[in-house]
């Protein structure tokens, strides 16, 4: 309540000085419309180094995934012995025993995993993956922008779009990656901000004046390029310090990991709560390249596994009811062999899982195909197959949550949109 | 003035179609150039001083912010004394130019004259030297080797770190600043990534391929990249083979097949599986192995013709094939450039229309090279790229037209192409004058160097360039960074732009005092008025707007601020003029060059 207040007349104070906070003005009002028209935000959130999918979304109903792996192996769900197994989901596949947070959401139905996910292309390579998933465009390189960016420069800013339909395109923080660059995936025409804190995005002096002077060198002379940059820019600072984010305190009991992406997550929701036009955010985590000692139910990749779990579920909790508008999406370049390799990891693979989590998914079900472990099942004889291509997934998101009708220019060349099982040509991933 | 603004054009066009049907010209010792039965190049597509747009102080101000990296205190004197136009030929003659003081202080870096191999040696890859430790331990790595793991990897990642501050430092000291330019310019051209396999060990052996021709002749560049072992990785070439079924050049040599057919035998019997088992697991564990287009279709958009040059998907197949076999000694594990026929496609190939016969062997693909630089299309693209880094973001396309005909005339001669840009009527028109907006890159450089930082020899000053989103060698994606101001800018970028010209004025930013900036001594006890011209003078080129310099005059009296309050002696503070600096470099004047 008292944001609101402060954010129109921080509008209005700003417009007595002859500036246009076109954006403000929106987000001010935009606070004010009831919630289902408020804008949809995309998380994207990237697991860097490819993990492990088999010990993620664990096939404890599959034979043949505990003759590839007899030591990294999650147990089935019902161990003797109180041994840490699978949490059971279908009764076939389950959650890595670190995924707590991530049942809770299974049970309140805001969970959709897909299994036997990822890019059609063959390469093990991180560096083409990656680039690969994050243009869109698998097997194309030289792709210059990333699909989210795309996703942007397709929708536009529409200035002239009532408050509330078109989210808040005009706003500096439509999309925010939080980073030090701007990753791949953001890479493109659209404008997009990338900082490893909210607390970097300010000026950086504490002497006096010097911030207003700043901006009275930019509010003056031409109307160019890098004036009009640097007068959004002043604009932004404004809106940054009216959420003022060092005094944020998160909801509903959530309790984010001290860890770096812990504390990245925290700010996305900061920055969706204090109602800056957020539409899209982007963060990425390391560690997932466990080609030595990943451990089972317990060890490094359990580690990484709780670390992702919670902060993803704090995340959930803290932005509460706006779940209904908020979709994350998990991703990461590809899966892991099959079969455990001799320094107790696995080695680069293929097909790897992703989860959908929002209040508009199709939950409690775990979507796509399982295509089985056995030997003549595997791709090339040793990963996990693909059954759905990652672009069905990124292009249901676009198409059913961000509201873009059509999804050919983010995905050029992607016919496959429309191959789903969800009845109208999706995947069905969403409600 | 708008009259011969109006005009100009069409007589440059006039001319430019002129030298394409092939009028004869030569080219003089001074690099001008007289057509027979046209004009003199005096009075027509070069400028003379007086057809100059810009002022005598901009003209020196608009080379060194074109030609070098900004200009140093001294600088705008020197090129003052010299001569615009002396300047300029002494930096199209790097060689001519002595720079010991910068090749000394080379000398600092351990590892800048290192080969690819010896880099591997000293600094193996993290995954290299994890399977060392592995093997040594004979399971699990201990965590005494864990810590000297990474003891090791943060080492390698300094060493091969040292080129991208070596870039940063040579732009900053190096009195070829035209050189400097140009390696900038081809390295984005032929853009690589670090992180793309063992790039980052190829690096220093790409720094020098560019630099050795940087200036030169486009071909030998071109072919000298296509063989460098950084392109070759980063866009796959040297894993590019015959596609299955093709004949290539030459079968693989008996005693290959024997090392191959024993092998299989030791693997078999470790697994305890039979050779033929063992034989269709290896087989489905290949990837499928075959033709690889992707630095074929790159070469091509983004290294010659542009993605407008005519060709077809069918070119680019063609291309790829005339490219197997060009590949690195030891493959994935790198080595030197190597031409190997046994994977060397030796069908017969056409391209853009070109009939290549069957049965070549290195000698195609450096024909499709010589093909792809001598392409008018290519000519055209260089040059467009060139006047946009040397003129502005949409450079007049005459001006582009005449660079395309000297590219053309000289058979790829880059310092000639460069030459006719620079020294055209609409280099030195007023649109011209501070059109661009600086990278990250010339940011950095350009603020060290009016700051008159020494060369800094740590890895600080690559990381501002990284920070303000040009990290050096970090670009993904093959097209290189951007060259259009609309790029650069955005909410974020000047932000940080504004903080880096705040982190310099605070002493913050290595090799930067500002006690030891030349113009630090005779500003500090001027006033405040003296203080803002001084600063707009040495930083700002001497001209700004009325509301720039208001802005500068304004503000707290420094006279009173307590931080920067009285000095003891009672005289104005240096905190004051820190505070004008740092205004001054967060400026939008200081955006553009």
């Known amino acids: ?431 | 003035m708008h009259d011969r603004l109006g005009a100009r054009p069409l007589v440059l066009l006039a001319l430019a179609t002129t030298m394409t049907v092939g009028a004869c010209a030569t080219a003089s010792s001074t690099g001008e150039v007289a057509i027979n039965g046209a004009a003199p190049m005096s009075e027509s597509a070069q400028a003379t001083l007086a057809d100059r747009e810009q002022t005598a102080d901009q003209q020196v101000q608009h080379v060194l912010n074109r030609l070098a990296f900004g200009p140093r205190p001294q600088d705008v004197e020197a090129v003052r004394q010299l001569g615009v136009d002396a300047w300029m030929a002494r930096q199209l003659a790097p060689e001519r130019i002595d720079n010991d003081a910068t090749e000394a202080m080379l000398r600092n870096y351990r590892t800048l004259d290192y080969t690819a191999d010896r880099l591997l040696a000293e600094f193996p890859p993290p995954n290299v030297a994890l399977a060392a430790a592995a093997r040594r331990s004979n399971g699990p790595v201990s965590a005494e080797d864990s810590i000297a793991l990474r003891k090791q990897a943060r080492q390698a990642a300094q060493a091969l770190g040292e080129l991208a501050s070596s870039r940063v430092a040579r732009a900053v000291v190096s009195e070829r600043q035209l050189e400097e330019v140009m390696v900038e310019f081809w390295t984005n051209h032929f853009n690589v990534f670090v992180g793309k396999n063992l790039v980052r060990y190829y690096l220093h052996d790409f720094d020098r391929t560019v630099r050795q021709h940087a200036m030169g002749d486009f071909r030998a560049l071109l072919g000298a990249v296509a063989k460098s072992p950084a392109m070759l990785t980063y866009l796959d070439n040297w894993q590019s083979v015959a596609d299955s079924g093709r004949p290539t050049l030459q079968q693989l040599p008996p005693r290959a097949s024997a090392r191959r057919a024993q092998a299989l035998r030791r693997a078999a019997a470790q697994r305890g599986v039979t050779p033929q088992q063992m034989e269709r697991v290896q087989q489905l564990q290949q990837r499928r192995r075959g033709l690889n287009e992707n630095y074929a279709r790159e070469l091509m958009e983004l290294h010659t013709l542009g993605v407008d040059g005519g060709y077809t998907q069918q070119d680019v197949v063609e291309v790829a094939r005339a490219l197997t076999g060009w590949t690195l000694e030891r493959g994935a594990q790198g080595g030197g450039f190597v031409f190997r026929p046994q994977t060397h496609d030796a069908g017969a190939k056409t391209i853009l229309g070109v009939k290549f016969p069957a049965g070549r062997g290195l000698e195609e693909g450096e024909a499709v090279l010589d093909l792809l630089a001598r392409h008018p299309k290519t000519a055209e693209f260089i040059a467009t790229k060139l006047a946009r880094r040397f003129v502005s973001d949409s450079p007049p396309p005459a001006l582009v037209a005449r660079a395309a005909s000297t590219f053309r005339r000289t058979n790829g001669d880059i310092r000639e192409t460069v030459r006719t840009i620079v020294t055209s009527a609409e280099f030195f028109s007023a649109d011209a004058y501070r059109a661009k907006v600086k990278s990250p890159f010339e940011l950095v450089v350009s603020t060290l160097r009016a700051m008159q930082a020494p060369a800094d020899a740590t890895a600080r000053s690559a990381q501002l360039v990284a920070r303000l989103g040009q990290p050096i060698y970090g670009h993904q994606a093959p097209n290189g960074y951007p060259d259009t101001g609309e790029a650069w800018m955005n909410t974020g970028a000047i932000l940080n732009r504004i903080n880096f010209g705040i982190t310099v004025a605070a002493d913050r930013v290595p090799g930067v005092r500002l006690a030891r900036w030349p113009a630090y001594d005779s500003l500090r006890s001027l006033d405040r008025a003296a203080q803002v011209d001084g600063v707009i003078r040495t930083l700002l080129g001497g001209a700004t707007s009325n509301e720039t310099r208001e802005v500068l005059m304004s503000g707290t009296n420094p006279l009173l601020t307590r931080r920067g309050g009285m000095a003891a002696d009672g005289q104005p503070s240096p905190a004051g003029l820190a505070q004008i600096v740092g205004l001054a470099l967060g400026a939008p004047e200081f955006q553009r060059r």
């Open chain 1, 1 to 431: 309540m008292h944001r609101r207040v402060f954010l129109k007349g921080g509008a209005l104070s700003l417009l007595t000085l002859g500036l246009s906070p076109s954006f403000l003005r929106r987000t001010a009002l935009a606070m004010d419309l009831p919630r289902a028209a408020r804008g949809k935000t995309l998380i994207v959130l990237f697991q860097r180094g490819a993990a492990d999918a088999l010990n993620v979304l664990v096939p404890f109903g599959d034979r043949d995934y505990y003759a590839a792996r007899p030591q990294l192996a999650i147990g089935s769900p019902a161990r003797p012995n109180g041994a840490l197994g699978a949490i059971d989901l279908d009764g076939f596949l389950g959650l890595h025993p670190s995924l707590t947070g991530f049942k809770t959401l299974w049970d309140r139905g805001l969970l959709a995993p897909i299994q036997a996910v990822g890019s059609p292309s063959a390469t093990r390579s991180h560096f083409d993956a990656q680039d690969y998933m994050e243009t869109g465009t698998p097997d194309r390189k030289g792709t210059p922008d990333g699909w989210l960016n795309r996703y942007l420069a397709v929708k536009g800013t529409c200035e002239s779009c009532a408050p509330g339909t078109d989210g808040i395109a005009g706003s500096p923080f439509r999309a925010v990656a939080m980073a030090a660059q701007t990753p791949r995936i953001l890479e493109g025409a659209s404008p997009v901000v990338a900082m490893n804190a909210i607390e970097e995005f300010s000026i950086r002096t504490n002497s006096g004046d010097a911030q207003q002077r700043l901006e009275a060198l930019y509010r003056t002379g031409r109307s160019d390029v890098v004036h009009g940059s640097g007068r959004d820019m002043f604009e932004a600072l404004k809106v940054l310090k009216a959420a003022n984010p060092l005094q944020y305190r998160p909801a509903n009991g959530a309790q984010y990991p001290r860890s770096p992406f812990g504390q990245r997550l925290q700010q996305i929701a900061q920055l969706i709560k204090a109602g800056v036009g957020l539409e899209v955010a982007f963060a990425d985590v390391g560690g997932w390249d466990t080609h030595v000692n990943q451990g089972a139910a317990q060890g490094q990749l359990a580690n990484r596994l709780r670390d992702f779990s919670d902060s993803v579920t704090s995340l959930v909790a803290d932005l509460g009811d706006r779940m209904d508008d908020v979709l994350i999406l998990t991703c990461s370049e590809f899966g892991r062999t099959v079969r455990q390799n001799g320094t107790g990891g696995t080695d680069h693979g293929h097909a790897g899982a992703m989860f959908v989590i929002g209040g508009s998914v199709h939950g409690r079900k775990v979507h796509g195909t399982w295509p089985g472990l056995a030997r003549e099942q595997l791709y090339e004889g040793r990963d996990l197959a693909l059954t759905t291509d990652f672009r069905a997934v990124f292009a249901e998101v676009t198409a059913r949550h961000l509201g873009l009708t059509d999804t050919s220019a983010v995905f050029p060349g992607y016919r496959g949109g429309n191959g789903g099982s969800g009845g109208d040509g999706w995947l069905g991933v969403l409600r």
